[in-house]
């Protein structure tokens, strides 16, 4: 550290050592300059191999739901079960299709006669498959009276078996699939009857208790909708600010008092906006709870110092050159805007909108506040109805016990990181394309 | 006849409005459109404002006093007993009432008395729908008709256009103020009446927190207790961990980024460094809970020490780690922006370039470095998904990092969520820590711009 001083202040005693102090003490130097670019290089790498863990984590806990593992059954679609009264759609959807599995395993394994047993057999199966059937016959109905072979989902402890996620040597007193069980899956996996195959529930199914019929359907919708919401409010408004604020507002009070608000909201935590939701749209205005509406309201004014810091940096970076033309040809102050400032800078701001709606896609903790944590099963289908977004999915499942939500947490995030990150590369598309410099 | 449906019929107007105006201008000049004060344009523009805006306004405040006006309507309507009954049964009766007419109870399971009073409400709704529409069209109509009449040769139609839309820019960035007026009249009000039941000194100083208040008075466990120490310490204890992660990786990265990397290496790992920032908290949250703190527990173990399975440390590394890019992308801000001139003359002294990075730029980049690091600790108190997930529940006054702790944010989240009664001093005392959270924070943002501003006033 104080090499430079110490030699100095020697070379001043006698100038014909100075080069020898700085020759001795340059070695030390050195190691110490390479020394401290080391530390710079480990902290880059740290931040790195950071990002790598995580991505590696994730994706090493998700990939495998994007399987599931199913069992082929041979359904006799028996029109006197499912339809004793000949009642047409009304019974056939009210009718009892865990009845045709259960008939069904039966059939397969004869020797089953013990009551416990049959459960287990039964249990094999998801609980939700009868839903699966019922949509079968109620799509076509020349199913009835016919046998026909069907791939049903499996139980997620069958399918965590399956996946090797619970180990076959362990006592059966610890395992969640008893030695039966293992029995009757080797005997299906000889027929080539229990086999992994692509998981379209996950992405078409809202959510469910069952993991095995669980899906992202419904929270994607809502966090479409939110999104959607979100940015028709908040765009036109952060853009009609910053054109304000930067080419309009006359220096004063009130418009320094604008900026210190914005600059300040933009640093508020996000859970305080979560509480303005709940105390003013909910509780003070009287908005229904759990929607898109009140969400995208929250997310709105989460977002707006966002963009319109975005849109200033960018109507900053036009320089006033152009306006000085357009003001010289008779143009008034908004037609300069309008017509030449604002198409200039739109690519700038659409990128800070983009990047704003990335972070609002991602947020999860007001809307928590909100009422957006409901267990919700149907898909939403207007803003005013009950929903959830992709981020409090995760949050609701990560929370779940079962071993296969695990999975299955694991690739929603991967469904919502391949959606910011397009829209993340969508903004930096959207800078090297228009880009400008004057 | 929804109101949405009567935006659309607006719209049209308005559209209609814009060919009225601007037919009607190059009419009353005959064509010469030369000697029109503005572009034809404006004046349709001007019609069409005229068309839309009255017209608006007056459908929100219908729309905003309606639902009033009809349950005034329909409970004088009810029979004699149920208006004298007290005002919160009442209610009660009022919200069967507006359940059937959404359709979220069935008919066939109430009573008549409610099913009349249903029926009633909606036909009331109905009607004023259809008066809505009627009145909203007509004021549209007649806007359009009068403003119409006022286009002539020399009419200001650019000045008036001008100025309408100056005004509509102005009130969107008043939205704003209205937002900070809104966080802080709607936390400070709901606080107001926390500390009403619980005082202020014995929420700030108190050192118990147990916000289970006790239905009845021979409940067991039940204290209430709103000492709010454990969840300042707990919430300091995981920030510090966090910084002590963020700060000297971010600020290292910064250095290296900005001083030795070379543009190819820079253009490279900035962006990937910042993605860590882009991840969404609930994804750090979820790594934090199933990844980083059986890890941590299970090499605490082996180590023969106890740690919680919901440790401050694992909270506070994951937190640490999605900081990073704060402080270094804003230091690395501070740093760019030291003069050239500085590190040149350091240079031609002879130092090497660590020495003028930690002798030089270093010390001249501090304020700014400071700013960013009190950013980000902002930032990490204000942090709650990683907390939620990964720390704990119970309110530990502890310095111990292996132990659980809990945080402001994380208190806020579970006493709001789900169902709740906005009179119990538990949810209440839940926007008492928001205050506390947003004027902590506030505070923090302010001095880091302060330090922020001042330092960059001395090189330019």
């Known amino acids: 550290m104080n090499n430079l001083a110490t030699s100095a202040d020697l070379g001043a005693d006698n100038k014909s050592s100075t080069f020898d102090i700085v020759q001795k003490s340059l070695a030390k130097r050195r190691s110490a300059e390479r020394r401290f670019k080391a530390y710079g290089l480990t902290g880059i790498m740290l931040g790195l191999m950071f990002l790598l863990v995580l991505f590696i984590s994730i994706i090493g806990k998700g990939y495998t739901a994007f399987v599931q593992t199913q069992v082929q059954l041979d359904i006799y679609f028996d029109a006197e079960w499912l339809d004793p009264e000949h009642g047409g759609d009304d019974s056939l959807a009210k009718a009892d299709y865990n009845g045709l599995i259960k008939k069904s395993l039966s059939t397969a394994f004869p020797e089953v006669m013990e009551r416990r047993d049959k459960r287990d057999l039964y249990a094999m199966v998801s609980s939700g498959a009868g839903f699966l059937l019922r949509e079968m016959v109620i799509a076509d109905k020349s199913l009835l009276g016919k046998t026909v072979p069907v791939w049903l989902p499996a139980d997620d402890d069958i399918d965590m078996l399956m996946k090797g996620h619970i180990d076959r040597e362990q006592v059966q007193a610890n395992r969640r699939v008893n030695d039966k069980q293992l029995a009757w899956i080797d005997s299906l996996s000889q027929e080539a009857r229990i086999e992994k195959h692509f998981n379209a529930l996950f992405f078409i199914a809202g959510d469910s208790r069952e993991p095995e019929m669980a899906g992202i359907r419904g929270a994607l919708m809502g966090s479409l909708m939110t999104l959607v919401g979100t940015f028709l409010l908040s765009f036109p408004i952060g853009v009609a600010t910053a054109v304000y604020m930067e080419e309009f507002a006359p220096i004063n009070k009130f418009t320094d008092f604008i900026e210190v608000n914005i600059n300040n909201l933009a640093a508020v935590p996000s859970i305080v906006f979560g509480l303005l939701g709940l105390a003013m749209f909910i509780n003070f205005f009287g908005l229904p709870r759990s929607t898109p509406v009140i969400g995208c309201l929250v997310l709105t004014l989460m977002t707006l110092p966002t963009i319109i810091i975005a849109g200033r940096a960018s109507l900053k970076s036009v320089p006033p050159s152009i306006r000085e033309a357009a003001l010289g040809m008779g143009a008034s102050k908004l037609q300069t805007i309008t017509h030449h400032v604002l198409p200039l800078a739109m690519p700038g701001m659409m990128t800070g909108s983009i990047i704003g709606m990335a972070r609002a896609l991602g947020e999860t903790a007001p809307l928590l506040m909100i009422g957006m944590v409901a267990f919700i099963v149907d898909v939403p289908t207007s803003f005013t109805q009950p929903s959830t977004v992709l981020p409090v999915q995760i949050y609701l499942w990560a929370d779940s016990p079962e071993r296969a939500f695990v999975e299955r947490t694991s690739a929603a995030i991967m469904v919502l990181l391949f959606f910011l990150i397009s829209m993340n590369g969508l903004a930096v598309y959207l800078r090297r394309r228009y880009e400008r410099r004057w | ?460």
């Open chain 2, 1 to 460: 006849m929804s109101p949405s449906i009567l935006l659309i019929i607006l719209l049209i107007l308005a559209y209609a409005g814009f060919y009225a105006g601007k037919r009607r201008a190059v009419a009353c000049v005959e064509g010469k459109v030369k000697i029109l004060h503005s572009l034809p344009g404006f004046y349709g523009f001007y019609v069409s404002l005229w068309s839309v805006i009255p017209a608006l306004l007056v459908t929100l405040i219908w729309l905003i006093a309606e639902p009033a006006w009809i349950t005034h309507a329909v409970t004088a309507q009810l029979p004699e007993e149920m208006i004298n009954l007290p005002p919160e049964r009442l209610n009660l009766v009022l919200n069967d009432v507006r359940n059937v007419v959404n359709g979220s109870t069935l008919a066939t399971q109430t009573d008549s008395v409610i099913l009349d009073a249903a029926g009633h409400y909606q036909s009331l709704q109905s009607l004023s729908h259809w008066l809505l529409v009627f009145v909203a069209m007509g004021l549209s109509l007649a806007c359009m008709w009068i403003s119409c009449q006022r286009i002539h040769q020399h009419y200001r139609a650019r000045n008036a256009v001008e100025k309408a839309v100056t005004g509509g820019m102005v009130i969107c960035s008043t939205i704003a103020i209205f937002t900070t007026v809104g966080i802080v009249s709607s936390v400070a009000y709901e606080s107001f009446l926390f500390f009403q039941s619980v005082p202020v000194f014995d929420f700030l100083f108190g050192l118990e927190w147990s916000p289970q208040t006790a239905m009845r008075s021979d409940q067991v466990g039940s204290s209430g207790a709103f000492g709010a120490i454990p969840l300042f310490t707990g919430t300091l204890l995981v920030s510090f961990i966090a910084m002590l992660v963020a700060v000297p990786i971010g600020l290292m990265s910064a250095i290296y980024l900005s001083e030795f990397a070379g543009p190819t290496f820079r253009a490279s790992a900035k962006p990937t460094l910042e993605i860590l920032a882009g991840i969404p908290t609930v994804v750090y949250g979820f790594f934090a809970a199933l990844t980083v703190a059986p890890f941590i527990r299970e090499t605490g173990e082996s180590m023969g020490l106890s740690v919680s399975s919901e440790s401050a440390l694992a909270a506070g590394l994951v937190m640490g780690v999605m900081i990073i890019p704060f402080v270094s992308s804003l230091s690395d801000d501070v740093i760019n922006a030291v003069p050239q001139s500085l590190r040149d003359g350091a240079y031609a002294l002879g130092a090497t370039q660590a020495e003028t990075i930690k002798q030089i730029i270093f010390p001249a980049a501090l304020p700014g470095i400071v700013g960013s690091i009190l950013l980000a600790v902002s930032r990490a108190i204000g942090e709650t998904m990683i907390l939620v997930m990964a720390a704990g529940l119970s309110a530990n006054l502890t310095f111990n990092p292996f132990e659980a702790v809990t945080t402001v944010t994380v208190q806020i989240v579970t006493l709001l969520v789900g169902d709740q009664e906005f009179d119990s001093p538990k949810t209440l005392a839940a926007f008492a820590l928001g205050l506390v959270l947003f004027v902590v924070t506030l505070m923090l943002n302010v001095l880091a711009l302060y330090i922020v501003r001042k330092y960059r006033e001395q090189y330019e």
